[in-house]
């Protein structure tokens, strides 16, 4: 699969944090949510181009404000099954593993009796 020159796209996320401790667990944890949004929209990310994090401490509202943005590509629902992510233009795949080859291997078997 051929994923040069595919429009990238970004997927951003925005919101207040209360506790300054907090920014580093919850940056993480947005950008998995971030990712699996893109997976279930048939993107990858490209880890070639880091997410954008930004904060922000809002003195009148004693948080800090904050805006995520990762950038992927779209891969298609058959390749996001197999892809992980595309490092430039170069995709990286997931080792296709046995375990639905074995099944589809069962299944036809049971079709034929």
């Known amino acids: 699969m051929s994923i040069h020159h595919k429009p990238i796209k970004s997927f951003k996320l925005d919101g207040?944090?209360?506790?300054?401790s907090d920014i580093y667990r919850l940056k993480e944890?947005?950008?998995r949510?971030?990712?699996?949004?893109m997976r279930e929209s048939a993107y990858v990310p490209r880890i070639d181009i880091d997410p954008d994090f930004t904060v922000y401490y809002n003195e009148s509202k004693n948080w800090f404000e904050?805006?995520?943005?990762?950038y992927g590509i779209y891969v298609?629902?058959?390749?996001?099954e197999w892809m992980i992510a595309a490092d430039g233009y170069n995709p990286i795949y997931t080792q296709k593993t046995?375990?639905?080859e074995?099944?589809?291997a069962l299944e036809s078997q049971y079709n034929q009796k």
Request: aromatic share 10%.
């Open 29 to 31: 944890e947005y950008i």
């Open 102 to 104: 074995f099944s589809s």
């Open 16 to 20: 207040n944090i209360k506790d300054e």
């Open 33 to 37: 949510i971030l990712l699996v949004q």
């Open 66 to 70: 904050f805006k995520l943005t990762v």
């Open 98 to 100: 046995k375990l639905k």
């Open 76 to 80: 298609g629902k058959k390749n996001i």
